[in-house]
């Protein structure tokens, strides 16, 4: 995405001239770009498929309609495939390794869920991950990242896969990983592409793979 698409795409949808644009992020999945103003920065996310696109979209309609924690929508874009979100002066928790932090991250957790525990699966969303997937993802760690599991963590991979299989489906929120968690005036969840009907389990063992930390411990510590 070009500097005179960003410029264009924030002045057509929120009145405001952009000053400056800077690239954040990018993935296999989306760019993410701040785009500064006078009345307030924006965040920029242009996805690369269409399908990502609208799951994130009935998504964030999904969470926001519940009053999760999340940021603002403040526009969307089909042509270009883009979301305009409010920037949230944060930083994300990764960097704080502690059991507060994961108590933290859990509590937000159970705050979402509690939030959307109404809501039954319509079709709405299109992202799907099976068990299977999840696993493949930890091998790809393994072999890419360096990670490497201890046999207990092995262990309690395979609780998670067995309580992902027989838990009930809810709305989860499917990249639930540190980067993803932000710390502002509260802890707000970002980055919703992946939300879907799911396990709660899912989210528990997504942070982990990601983490190294056995959430499901951390989270019988909240009760």
């Not at 603002?72 to 874009?77: G, V, Y």
């Not at 305009?84 to 704080?96: M, P, S, V």
Request: glycine share 6%.
């Amino acid at each position: 995405m070009t500097l005179d698409i960003i410029i264009d795409l924030v002045k057509k949808h929120t009145g405001m001239d952009v000053s400056s644009v800077t690239g954040i992020t990018g993935g296999y999945r989306n760019k993410v770009y701040l785009a500064t103003t006078e009345s307030g920065d924006v965040i920029l996310k242009k996805h690369r498929s269409v399908s990502d696109f609208k799951n994130e979209i009935e998504a964030y309609k999904l969470f926001g309609e519940c009053g999760c924690r999340i940021p603002k929508l403040l526009f969307t874009d089909p042509d270009q495939q883009v979301m305009g979100l409010q920037y949230l002066k944060a930083r994300t928790l990764e960097d704080r390794q502690s059991r507060a932090y994961y108590l933290e991250t859990v509590r937000l957790l159970a705050d979402t869920y509690q939030k959307t525990g109404h809501l039954k699966d319509d079709g709405s969303l299109s992202f799907r991950r099976t068990p299977e997937e999840l696993f493949e993802g930890a091998k790809l760690l393994e072999r890419n990242a360096g990670f490497s599991p201890t046999p207990r963590f092995r262990s309690y991979i395979q609780q998670c896969y067995k309580l992902m299989t027989e838990s009930a489906p809810r709305l989860i929120v499917g990249s639930f990983i540190p980067e993803n968690v932000v710390r502002s005036d509260q802890d707000y969840h970002i980055d919703l592409e992946m939300a879907s009907y799911g396990r709660p389990s899912d989210d528990l063992a997504y942070f982990s793979l990601f983490s190294g930390v056995n959430m499901f411990d951390v989270a019988s510590a909240t009760h």
